[in-house]
């Protein structure tokens, strides 16, 4: 029987860019060119590992978000992916954590699954709370954080490195996984996978097609609510000397001037 | 005055700094009412006692070290059940916020993550946080049920307010998930004798320009004549040269100390967002363009094998 893997993946401001608010104080996706979140890749890239290794496997990257998030999708079907999935939906601008879960998993169960990857965090929301929230919603096992992970006979085990310890995990499928940044390295994408990632398909959904009301998602419907925000203001230039063999001692001077000796 | 539910991190009874922190910020909000679970959770009661918390609720369960997220969540939504609080405040850990937001879930509430100060407001806590890598600072409240915050490490003073403290055992029944995610093994983290590097006053870096693990040496000392944290780079991390705990930024921790030190640090986007925030910065780079230069109120422009040593030196001299 064929393992059924859905990626999420978000498609984000560059963080290289000049990231920041549109008027309602949503994150502006206008103004700055967008990516496939480079923590994702690292969920893509998983996916790929684990489906490589299964008998039978289908790797789909499932993304909520505009127009141009068509790009991630583009993006992880180059690197190997077989199918995307878009949810797109003019309701779904300014929609929180908690309800792009909702979005998610819904479009994870119409898809079907057995395992869900994703990243650790988005780079633009940095919560890293969507995979948690997938196993509440879905009710399945949550896999999360992991730096080495491995899927046998209906087993997904792994690695979590913790602050106070690192810890080895087991759940049975279906589960929800989440991978870090040390998890190993993304391929980049081929020229022919790049070619053949042209003729692969990409289904779009929106609301409707998951059941989901407008009054579910959506900036009035968040269940949290920005109040202001603030450019932070640029730190004031400090002194810099160039080192012509005291720059220690004069650095020890600042510091004690500072009281931090 | 309306409970606050703090839900306190602790190692085998030990009370981990942030969790005192919180206990700071909660009486901004109402009354503290501290949730411990797992072994040793009855010991933690002094010290919350001691730093403001009017009542401990507490449970012990093999449980909560055998499987993974899911009872703390089972045992801080009976919590919530019990006290009805204005707020719930977590630590922001990983773990913390993977807590906070299965809770939030089901409480029928928004989550805020990473809040860095918190004030009481008219609508309930209002929650500062630094977003885009430490670039703007915003405000937020959570708009729908009880609100489910986590606060991150360093964002207030720890503040002795004795109260009463009164342990009370909290009933609580696992769902079915508790046992989905099995923990079969744990290693500890050694422990290095330094201070957390979340929870220090001074954290010193290392970056690519290091060069080499056997020259982190160089780091640590400075770090140990100052009683400092060490941190390194992803660079210096992906190379091999220190452990990843230690790394500072976006996919690693993210500091705020009073001083922070880079040394041999370019200072990408994402290195900064773990740092930003540093009260004071200095760093040295033998590349005068170096972005890391922007951030500094003190930087030297050299090569840090010359010029760490004797700053390490003149420290100790100047110590005595
Ligand atoms: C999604 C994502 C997440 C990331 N997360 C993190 C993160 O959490 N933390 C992080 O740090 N990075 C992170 N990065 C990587 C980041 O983009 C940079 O690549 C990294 O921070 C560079 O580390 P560095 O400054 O040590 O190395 P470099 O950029 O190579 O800089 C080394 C510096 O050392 C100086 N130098 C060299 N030799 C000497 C000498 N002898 N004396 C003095 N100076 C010297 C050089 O002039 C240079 O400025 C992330 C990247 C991505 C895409
Ligand atoms: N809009 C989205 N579309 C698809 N996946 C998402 C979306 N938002 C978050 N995710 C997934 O959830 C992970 C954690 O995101 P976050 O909790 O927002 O930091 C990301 O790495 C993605 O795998």
Redesign the pocket.
Known sequence: MSLRIVV???YVPDATGDRHFADDLTVDRDDVDGLL?E??EY?VEQALQIADDADDAEVTV????PDDAKDALRKALSMGADKAIHVEDEDLHGTD?IG?SLV?AKAIEKAGYDLVI?????TD???????ALLAERLGVPQVTLLSEVSVEDGTVKGRRDGDAASEQLEASLPAVV?VTDQSGEARYPSFKGIMAAKKKPVESWDLSDLDIDADEVGLENAYTAVESATERPARTAGTIVKDEGEGGKQLAEFLAGQKFI | MAEVLVYVDHVDGAVRKPTLELLTLARRVGEPVAVALGNGAGDTAAALAEHGAVKVLTHEAAEYADYLVVPKVDALQAAVEAVSPAAVLVPSSAEGKEIAARLALRLGSGVITDAVDLEAGDEGPVATQSVFAASFTTKSRVSKGTPVITVKPNSAAVEAAPAAGAVEALSVSFSAQATGTKITGRTPRESTGRPELTEAAIVVSGGRGVNGAENFAIIEALADSLGAAVGASRAAVDAGWYPHTNQVGQTGKSVSPQLYVANGISGAIQHRAGMQTSKTIVAVNKDPEAPIFDLVDYGVVGDLFEVVPQLTEEIKTRKG
């Open positions: 999420t993946v978000k979140s923590l994702d969920a499932l993304t909520v978000g954590a792009t998610l994703s990243g650790m965090a988005s929301g940095t919560m890293g709370v969507v995979p989440s």
